[in-house]
């Protein structure tokens, strides 16, 4: 495993909701990543119990993590280590009520 993929694989390992995006949660740089905070809060979830990574500032993690999940696109979600997917994912799973169930499982 090279170091970015052990250095996500932490992450994923450490963190119950991990968003991996372009931006923070307060300042999201693109729609998609916007979308996948605004899904979250809709879950009812605070976004200061999201840990997210801006893959804008680092080149490593921003292709690692396409590889590491084997999705070409960002945002990725992740909960409780395992991967949920993008924002068109997320608002399926909404819409179908089964990320509100995810999210609410404990750890």
């Known amino acids: 495993m090279t170091d970015v993929q052990q250095r996500i694989a932490e992450l994923v390992q450490t963190h119950d909701i ?5 931006g923070s949660a307060s300042f999201p740089m693109c729609g998609f990543s916007g ?8 879950c009812g979830v605070d976004t200061k119990a999201i840990k997210t990574v801006n893959v804008l ?3 490593e993690i921003r292709q690692g ?11 990725q979600l992740y909960v409780k280590g395992e991967f949920i997917g993008g ?11 089964e990320l509100q ?3 609410a499982q404990p750890a």
């Open 18 to 22: 991990l968003l991996f995006m372009k």
């Open 87 to 97: 924002s068109d994912i997320m608002m399926e799973m909404y819409e179908s009520g």
């Open 57 to 59: 500032d680092d080149a």
């Open 35 to 42: 979308r996948a905070i605004q899904i979250l809060k809709a």
């Open 65 to 75: 993590i396409k590889e590491f999940s084997h999705w070409p696109t960002i945002p």
């Open 101 to 103: 169930q995810v999210l």
